[in-house]
Nanobody, 120 residues
């Protein structure tokens, strides 16, 4: 079984910063890509940022230049540093990891989500 545990959400004023973390635990061999998604009320879930095991990154257009994704492979943890936050960044942020183990092969796992609210 694989679990993803997110932390770091909260409320912040526009222009502020937050850092989200997501730690992967359980029975697995390796973690390939890791990513952050978000879902605002009434909207579809969208990809925020993705990072490969080698550290290659890609960002959604709405967060480029403001968010930075990183990972620590020794801790099986992915982070996203969110700066210059805007009200439209409000939503539930979900961690995603593509994990390989011998029993199930490669499959995607999701965290439970953490709320980010940007409001004055």
């Amino acid at each position: 079984q694989v679990q993803l545990a997110e932390s770091g959400g909260g409320s912040v004023q526009p222009g502020g910063s937050l850092r989200l973390s997501c730690a992967v635990s359980g029975d697995f061999v390796t973690i390939d890509t890791m990513a952050w998604y978000r879902q605002a009320p009434g909207k579809q879930r969208e990809e925020v940022a993705i990072i490969t095991r080698a550290g290659n990154t890609n960002y959604g257009d709405s967060v480029k230049g403001r968010f930075t994704i990183s990972r620590d492979n020794s801790k099986n943890t992915v982070y996203v540093q969110m700066n210059s936050l805007k009200p439209e960044d409000t939503g539930v942020y979900y961690c995603n990891a593509n994990v390989y183990n011998f029993a199930t092969g490669s499959r995607d796992y999701w965290g439970q989500g953490t709320q980010v609210t940007v409001s004055s």
